[in-house]
């Protein structure tokens, strides 16, 4: 994985199976990227992601929009983010919060 914490810089994840580019950034509380993965044809238009931080009583909301997704590849990438994204991410803090 790497990725780019600057307006136009790219980003790759899960072994150059997604890769995108950041459009904007606002720290700690907006990213607006674009992003495909290797399942995308060559004429599918890239996807865009938009995520919204915000400060919540017990730690963080985030909400994730993504849409111009391929026909009939919606319900693997939800499940994905689920995956590979929130959960993790949900044990990660749980357990920071423990020690």
Partial sequence: MSASTEVAGIFTAHDGYINGINLELEDAQRILQTWRTSQFEGTDPDSSIEI???KVA????????QWNIPEGQAEGYESGWHDF????MQ?????????
């Fill in 58 to 65: 017990n730690g963080t909301l985030l909400t994730l929009k």
């Fill in 52 to 54: 919204i931080l915000e």
């Fill in 85 to 88: 994204y929130f959960t993790p």
């Fill in 91 to 99: 044990e990660f803090f749980s357990n920071k919060q423990k020690l």
